[in-house]
């Protein structure tokens, strides 16, 4: 009797062993199961909690899809998510951001960072924020975003170079050559905020090669060469007076004068074109009056025995100028 209560007692225990590892070996078994559908149930209130937002707040929902992304980058949503919806809700955004009055640059700088993230040379984008920067910004003379503007513009260049064109552009008011120099002259404008007249003087020379019809082009380029002029006169009128005024003027002397009069009949130049390619465009009254007047005491300077020359340079250009230059028109549409 003892020993059946003992071996009883030892088949219990062992029992008492096998249960709970028989308990392990199902439950093991079960938690893949239980771990899948936790991850269902988790990317299913992800999903929901933009879904309930999707229209009512747009910019939520934008910060949901990209947290449901991050969490479920292959999800059952990810593709529409990532190449549908964002996307086209980011165009939307980036679009009421360039259209509000004024502009909101930072939302749209944003905005298109992330879509050149995702795709570094989306041409629309590249164009729009160098456009409306140039127009928002630097055309009020503020440099506040000038290193973006100089890596949309330079970026969009390239692109333009190579053949691409954009959607936001319509196709019969696209003009590939008066499109680079706009683009040309927004990298002048900078590089003149700089004071790097050099460069600017050789945006300004691709911009005028590409639309020679733009007297803006002109106008920049005699502003940079007044520059030059202004800074040769200086320094020529620093040299003694004696030396100046010597019967044999040393090397450098005479070299310091031929850089006066070179900077003076390049202003010459590009302001006698300026005036006649401007001569019909009321939009540069206040400016061309300005430029008329340097430009004529300038002249004297240079040609003081041909007081009627001026004005032939002028007639000359103004011959061949053609219609004015209409630029182009920027869409909004981004979102394809």
Same mark, same amino acid.
């Given at each position: 009797?003892?020993?059946?209560?003992?071996?009883?007692?030892?088949?219990?225990?062992?029992?008492?062993?096998?249960?709970?590892?028989?308990?392990? %070996?199902?439950?093991?078994?079960?938690?893949?199961?239980?771990?899948?559908?936790?991850?269902?149930?988790?990317?299913?209130?992800?999903?929901?909690?933009?879904?309930?937002? %999707?229209?009512?707040?747009?910019?939520?929902?934008?910060?949901?899809?990209?947290?449901?992304?991050?969490?479920?980058?292959?999800?059952?949503?990810?593709?529409?998510?990532?190449?549908?919806?964002?996307?086209?809700?980011?165009?939307?955004?980036?679009?009421?951001?360039?259209?509000?009055?004024?502009?909101?640059?930072?939302?749209?700088?944003?905005?298109?960072?992330?879509?050149?993230?995702?795709?570094?040379? +989306?041409?629309?984008?590249?164009?729009?924020?160098?456009?409306?920067?140039?127009?928002?910004?630097?055309?009020?003379?503020?440099?506040?975003?000038?290193?973006?503007?100089?890596?949309?513009?330079? %970026?969009?260049?390239? @692109?333009?170079?190579?053949?691409?064109?954009?959607?936001?552009?319509?196709?019969?008011?696209?003009?590939?050559?008066?499109?680079?120099?706009?683009?040309?002259?927004?990298?002048? @404008?900078?590089? !003149?905020?700089?004071?790097?007249?050099?460069?600017?003087?050789?945006?300004?020379?691709?911009?005028?090669?590409?639309?020679?019809?733009?007297?803006?082009?002109?106008?920049?380029?005699?502003?940079?060469?007044?520059?030059?002029?202004?800074? !040769?006169?200086?320094?020529?009128?620093?040299?003694?007076? !004696?030396?100046?005024?010597?019967?044999?003027?040393?090397?450098?002397?005479?070299?310091?004068?031929?850089?006066? +009069?070179?900077?003076?009949?390049?202003?010459?130049?590009?302001?006698?074109?300026?005036?006649?390619?401007?001569?019909? +465009?009321? !939009?540069?009254?206040?400016?061309?009056?300005?430029?008329?007047?340097?430009?004529?005491?300038?002249?004297?300077? %240079?040609?003081?025995?041909?007081?009627?020359?001026?004005?032939?340079?002028?007639?000359?250009?103004?011959?061949?100028?053609?219609?004015?230059?209409?630029?182009?028109?920027?869409?909004? +549409?981004?979102?394809?």
């Amino acid at each position: 009797m003892k020993k059946w209560l003992i071996v009883t007692a030892a088949l219990m225990a062992l029992a008492g062993l096998f249960v709970p590892l028989a308990q392990a %070996r199902v439950l093991a078994g079960a938690q893949p199961a239980i771990a899948q559908d936790d991850a269902k149930r988790a990317e299913a209130e992800a999903y929901k909690a933009w879904y309930d937002v %999707r229209t009512s707040d747009v910019p939520k929902a934008m910060e949901l899809a990209k947290a449901y992304l991050q969490k479920f980058p292959t999800g059952q949503y990810a593709d529409y998510l990532r190449k549908q919806w964002i996307p086209g809700q980011r165009g939307v955004m980036f679009s009421q951001a360039m259209n509000a009055k004024p502009p909101d640059i930072a939302k749209m700088i944003q905005l298109g960072n992330e879509a050149l993230g995702e795709d570094p040379n +989306n041409l629309d984008y590249l164009y729009l924020l160098a456009y409306t920067l140039r127009q928002n910004e630097l055309s009020a003379k503020n440099y506040s975003h000038a290193s973006e503007e100089a890596d949309y513009t330079n %970026r969009a260049i390239k @692109l333009f170079e190579d053949g691409k064109v954009p959607v936001v552009i319509p196709k019969d008011k696209f003009n590939k050559n008066q499109t680079l120099a706009y683009l040309y002259q927004t990298l002048a @404008l900078i590089e !003149a905020n700089k004071k790097n007249t050099d460069k600017a003087l050789e945006y300004y020379s691709k911009a005028t090669s590409l639309d020679p019809a733009d007297p803006s082009n002109y106008l920049g380029c005699g502003s940079m060469h007044q520059s030059k002029y202004q800074a !040769a006169a200086a320094k020529y009128q620093s040299i003694p007076e !004696a030396d100046r005024t010597a019967a044999e003027p040393k090397p450098e002397v005479k070299a310091a004068l031929d850089d006066v +009069n070179k900077e003076a009949d390049a202003v010459i130049d590009c302001w006698a074109r300026f005036m006649g390619l401007s001569a019909n +465009n009321a !939009a540069y009254g206040p400016t061309r009056t300005q430029v008329s007047n340097a430009l004529n005491d300038l002249y004297k300077y %240079r040609h003081p025995d041909a007081p009627d020359g001026l004005q032939k340079l002028i007639d000359q250009y103004k011959a061949q100028a053609g219609a004015p230059s209409a630029g182009n028109t920027a869409s909004a +549409n981004t979102s394809h």
